[in-house]
């Protein structure tokens, strides 16, 4: 039996990739703030993951097969982790992310080499701790958590850099909704001059990734997304379909100021190939979008409003 710890993993596919391990067999431990209960037959600690005593003081003797870390935003929280788990842990896979290249632009799908954590310059002393200063450099945090792991590695480490990910009913982002609304009040959506497209993944297949990663054997970053980009149009017509009513969206190019979600004035879709041939298949992104859009934002009966 695996002994898997989860930092976070309280919401979205978080719970997804806890109940796979729990259906797999794994004996799961979920770490976090207390604010939601983890699903039933995992042992819930609760501590938080910044406070480097009360995580070490939560966890105890216990020791792990593989940590899965939901949660890591910043380098001060990756060296707390590294700290704590060293010497307690045969494996560790920190959810990253597809903004890690967010100073690409290429027509190509990117590759993981593009950003080789071990070359990212680490500086614990910006206010990382400081909300709207994390939220205005997620790329750039997560690069830096990356770079902790890999710089001086105390255990195996993976990072899997997520694409942008989509479906769940309980999709919190709050990014198809905006679509939604503003398709069915025949508002224009506004998108950059040259919009490119992206890729994604479905909800369920990222937590299918994260627990193959768990019990893989590879190493160093990776990405995981879908094969197929998908532009704005491409999700709206998708969010179109569901909301019914006959409506379709309207789009308005900005050459400046906030544009939708889901549209990027640069190119940076993910090259999975790595991913592909350590063993796992993803799927196509346009044989799930109907679905992930309609799980996230319902239909509406034409003519009624009644959300079916």
Request: contains cysteine; aromatic residues 8%.
């Amino acid at each position: 039996m695996r002994d898997v710890c989860v930092i976070g993993g309280n919401r979205y596919f978080g719970k997804r990739l806890i109940m796979r391990l729990l259906n797999s067999g794994a004996h799961v431990t979920v770490v976090n703030r207390g604010s939601s209960a983890p699903p039933a037959g995992s042992v819930h600690l609760v501590a938080d993951r910044d406070d480097e005593a009360a995580l070490a003081a939560a966890l105890g003797s216990r020791t792990f097969d593989v940590v899965v870390d939901q949660v890591c935003y910043t380098p001060r929280q990756a060296a707390v982790a590294r700290r704590v788990f060293a010497g307690r842990t045969g494996r560790y896979v920190m959810t990253s992310t597809v903004e890690v290249y967010e100073h690409e632009d290429s027509a190509e799908p990117v590759g993981e080499e593009a950003v080789d954590p071990r070359k990212v310059a680490v500086d614990l002393a910006l206010p990382w701790d400081d909300a709207e200063f994390r939220d205005a450099h997620y790329g750039e945090g997560k690069r830096q958590a990356e770079a902790v792991f890999a710089c001086d590695p105390a255990f195996p480490y993976v990072a899997v850099r997520v694409a942008h990910v989509l479906g769940g009913d309980d999709d919190f982002t709050g990014r198809l909704d905006h679509y939604a609304e503003h398709i069915r009040k025949g508002e224009p959506i506004a998108v950059p001059v040259v919009n490119h497209s992206a890729t994604y993944v479905y909800v369920e297949e990222i937590a299918a990734f994260l627990e193959w990663a768990a019990g893989a054997e590879f190493t160093g970053p990776v990405n995981a997304a879908a094969h197929g980009r998908l532009t704005t149009a491409d999700i709206c017509a998708a969010v179109a379909d569901a909301v019914g009513g006959g409506a379709a969206a309207e789009f308005r190019a900005v050459e400046s100021g906030e544009v939708s979600p889901f549209s990027f004035a640069r190119s940076y879709g993910m090259d999975n190939s790595r991913a592909e041939r350590l063993g796992f298949r993803f799927g196509r992104s346009t044989q799930w979008l109907a679905q992930a859009v309609t799980e996230t934002v319902g239909a509406r009966t034409a003519g009624t409003g009644e959300v079916r």
